[in-house]
């Protein structure tokens, strides 16, 4: 299948900022939008933040809104993920994905996944 690798944690301090990244090994043929999503130790997978790629429309979680911005390009299959004045509670493992569905705040829509990559938010 088409490999997915999420780039860009690390540690940072409360109220910095970190930038995400995350390409695709090969053209995902059909894909209508991507999006990343984050899970801390005994917490459920929780969506953050995703982008249609035929209108261009972003679609951001309550926590995340205002603080966290999505960017991407359809042709080469990548995202990136801004997030700026981070929290402590920010600190999960990000995963990026890609969808073949017109649905973009739910992981069930998703079937490409990346492994993750820790960000971790000191007090």
């Known amino acids: 299948q088409v490999q997915l690798v999420e780039s860009g944690g690390g540690l940072v301090q409360a109220g910095g900022s970190l930038t995400l990244s995350c390409a695709a090994s090969?053209?995902?043929?059909?894909?209508?939008?991507m999006g990343w999503f984050r899970q801390a130790p005994g917490k459920e997978r929780a969506f953050v933040a995703a982008?249609?790629?035929?209108?261009?429309?972003?679609y951001y979680a309550d926590s995340v809104k205002g603080r966290f911005t999505i960017s991407g390009d359809s042709a080469k299959d990548t995202v990136s993920l801004q997030m700026n004045s981070l929290k402590p509670e920010d600190t999960a493992v990000y995963y990026c994905?890609?969808?073949?569905?017109?649905?973009?705040?739910?992981?069930?829509?998703?079937?490409?996944w990346g492994q993750g990559t820790q960000v971790t938010v000191s007090s």
């Open positions: 090969g053209r995902i043929f059909g894909s209508r939008g």
């Open positions: 982008i249609s790629w035929s209108t261009g429309t972003t």
């Open positions: 994905a890609a969808t073949k569905l017109p649905t973009y705040t739910g992981a069930r829509s998703y079937a490409y």
